[in-house]
Structure formats: structure tokens, C-alpha cells
């Protein structure tokens, strides 16, 4: 028995498709920048940073970035060292944000109340077949 797929699915498919990896776009853009920068404000040490994605339960009653940086401030003592750091705030498809964060403050952020999970921020690059077409 042969199946098919209707066009109306795969129209909807590759559209999930496109929108996942451009909601990742400004992520990998944003954290290609924030590697960049040596040091992060607040830290008086010239340990390296790296970006991390700090996923975070939904705020309920407060606006996520205002959220996403009194969390951050938590660990850096001042709002200012905060939004220094504070590459990006997820809003839609997920609740968190990136930054650019020490071991040491990775380890501090984890415990914070509203925190899920912290993990390192990775770029991929797609990759196509001959002639640059896609398979």
C-alpha cells in the first residue's frame, strides 16, 4: 500500500522547519558577538566567558525581560552588569535568555529560583548538497 503525503503537509512541515531555525538565528548571530567581548562588566576577574541559554520558567505577572534581568542581577550585583551581560531574551517559542556568563556564574544562575536548565550556546550551519541546493 502506498501513502503519500498531501501537499498541505508538507507545506506545514517545511514551515515549522523555517520557522525553528530562524527563531534560532538571532541567538547564533547574538552569541557570535557576545564571544567576542572579553570580560563581562561586574566581574573584576579576567576569567573568560562564554554565552550560555539560561531557560526559564514563564514569569507570570512580570514582563520576561524584566524578569530575565533581575535574575541576572541576582548574580551580578548591579542592573547594569546585568544588561551588559544580557545578550537576548527569549520570549514565544521558549521563556529565557541568553548571556554571557563565567563557570563560576553559570553555577550561581542554576540555583536561582525560575531557573530550568543552563546550557552552553552552540552554532550549527546548515549544510546543502551540489550547487547549494537543499536535499
Known amino acids: 500500500m502506498h501513502t503519500s503525503l498531501k501537499p498541505s503537509s508538507v507545506v506545514v512541515s ?18 557570535e558577538e ?15 566567558t562564554a554565552v550560555h541559554i539560561v531557560y526559564t520558567e514563564k514569569p507570570e505577572g ?15 550585583g548591579s542592573e547594569e552588569a546585568a544588561k551588559e551581560a544580557l545578550l537576548y531574551s527569549y520570549k514565544t517559542a521558549a521563556s529565557g535568555f541568553s548571556a554571557k556568563l563565567t563557570p563560576e556564574q553559570v553555577a550561581e544562575i542554576s540555583k536561582q529560583p ?6 552552553p550556546s552552540r552554532t550549527y550551519q546548515l549544510h546543502s548538497g551540489p550547487g547549494n541546493k537543499l536535499h
Do not use: R
Request: aromatic share 6%; hydrophobic share 50%.
Open 14 to 31: 517545511l514551515l515549522l522547519v523555517f520557522v525553528v531555525l530562524s527563531s534560532l538565528l538571532p541567538c547564533s548571530t547574538m552569541a
Open 34 to 48: 557576545g564571544v567576542a567581548g572579553a570580560g563581562v562588566a561586574g566581574d573584576s576577574s579576567s576569567k573568560a
Open 62 to 76: 512580570e514582563e520576561p525581560e524584566a524578569f530575565h534581568l533581575k535574575t541576572l542581577s541576582s548574580v551580578f
Open 114 to 119: 525560575g531557573v530550568i536548565q543552563v546550557v
